[in-house]
T-cell receptor
Framework: NAGVTQTPKFQVLKTGQSMTLQCAQD?????MSWYRQDPGMGLRLIHY???????DQGEVPNGYNVSRSTTEDFPLRLLSAAPSQTSVYFC???????????FGPGTRLTVT | GENVEQHPSTLSVQEGDSAVIKCTYS??????FPWYKQELGKGPQLIID?????GEKKDQRIAVTLNKTAKHFSLHITETQPEDSAVYFC???????????FGPGTSLSVIP
């Protein structure tokens, strides 16, 4: 199993541009989530999904959209990038019936 | 809003000594308390967790204690090794999927 994979690893955007961060898992996990990690602030939940076709907001959802058309994929979309979205983004998934989270390697995003 | 405090923010110990990291949470409904280890350039990895119906859990050199009355939980690492050097995050969550709050992290350095 590849586990949780994320692409790209690094990305630089200009203010106002849009892009999609990809996340995939091959462990048949129902629960998937997106976090952002900023210095001194730990990880903050952006959006999560408890299964295909179901998504919901976390602590910091503004400026981000998600969809879950399959169990495997959970992309995160930035509609109009802002410098405040400069961060490291992590995707995670959890096995059914547990709260353990398996994290991907992250995407480092810079918005200029 | 709800939050998780974590202390210390940095910790330096000699190889073979013990390390203790403490967290305090505010949401009394929290019932799951995981600890994650994050090595440089990687995603967080779950190392141990504890649920609210247990006061202590141990896994080889790592142990976690929970005091629900005081809303405190701690990570104890004994016989530290250089490979224990990393950033450690605590988290507190409720039964609701959108209530996952991470602490700001502790950077642990183990000096050979």
């Amino acid at each position: 199993n590849a586990g949780v994979t994320q692409t790209p690893k690094f990305q630089v955007l200009k203010t106002g541009q849009s892009m999609t961060l990809q996340c995939a898992q091959d462990m048949n996990h129902e629960y998937m989530s997106w976090y952002r990690q900023d210095p001194g602030m730990g990880l903050r939940l952006i959006h999560y999904s408890v299964g295909a076709g179901i998504t919901d907001q976390g602590e910091v959802p503004n400026g981000y959209n998600v969809s879950r058309s399959t169990t495997e994929d959970f992309p995160l979309r930035l509609l109009s990038a802002a410098p405040s979205q400069t961060s490291v983004y992590f995707c995670a998934s959890s096995p059914p019936g547990t709260r353990e989270q398996y994290f991907g390697p992250g995407t480092r995003l810079t918005v200029t | 809003g709800e939050n998780v405090e974590q202390h210390p923010s940095t910790l330096s110990v000699q190889e073979g000594d013990s390390a203790v990291i403490k967290c305090t949470y505010s949401d009394s409904a929290s019932n799951y308390f995981p600890w994650y280890k994050q090595e440089l350039g990687k995603g967080p990895q779950l190392i141990i967790d504890i649920r609210s119906n247990v006061g202590e859990k141990k896994d080889q050199r790592i142990a976690v204690t929970l005091n629900k009355t005081a809303k405190h939980f701690s990570l104890h690492i004994t016989e530290t090794q250089p490979e224990d050097s990393a950033v450690y995050f605590c988290a507190a969550s409720t039964a609701s999927y959108d209530k996952v709050i991470f602490g700001p992290g502790t950077s642990l350095s183990v000096i050979p």
